[in-house]
């Protein structure tokens, strides 16, 4: 039993740690999203999306943009900030996982780096990431923790992942 709680303090250290490595300055993590809708196509700095997730302030690209897109500000902003409950290291047991493999390789048909590369591994980083300090996962924060310059964004299908990454936090005490 001490032996078991000593693997699982170790797995979520190593988490831990590599989260912090991998993101622990803004030069590793995302600095722009390429939101995409049907047609459209526009690059917005990840700093906007933040500001306008926290403040409600929204700059005249991104305003501009949901606009063309006819996409409503305030369920867009709520999207981006509301919060997934999930525990970093179960989550990161089962995003190791064939089940946990499967669902990253559908959620990044939403979210993915801008050579559709190393998506899985990637989104598994945010991920985590994201849980860590907080044990909540936002889009936003994924966005944030995207470890590639630039990240890739389906805007049509983005509740969608928040609709999966929502099951699986319900699911992961079962898993």
């Known amino acids: 039993m001490h032996y078991r709680l000593l693997s699982l303090r170790s797995i979520l250290g190593f988490a831990a740690g590599m989260g912090i490595l991998l993101f622990g300055t803004s030069a590793d993590a995302s600095e722009s999203a390429v939101l995409k809708y049907r047609f459209l196509r526009a690059s917005v700095s990840v700093r906007e999306l933040t500001t306008f997730a926290e403040t ?3 700059s005249t690209p991104l305003g501009f943009y949901l606009k063309l897109a006819g996409k409503d500000t305030q369920e867009m902003r709520q999207l981006l900030k509301q919060e997934v409950k999930v525990n970093p290291l179960l989550l990161y047991q089962v995003l190791k996982s064939p089940v946990g493999e499967l669902l990253l390789d559908q959620v990044s048909e939403v979210v993915h780096t801008p050579d559709n590369l190393a998506n899985r591994e990637s989104l598994r980083a945010a991920l985590v990431s994201s849980a860590l300090p ?15 310059q630039e990240v890739h964004v389906e805007g049509e299908r983005l509740a969608e992942v928040y609709g999966k990454l929502s099951r699986l936090a319900r699911r992961l005490p079962r898993l």
Do not use: F, K
């Open 56 to 58: 409600g302030q929204i």
């Open 134 to 148: 907080d044990r909540n996962i936002t889009l936003l924060e994924i966005l944030q923790n995207y470890p590639t």
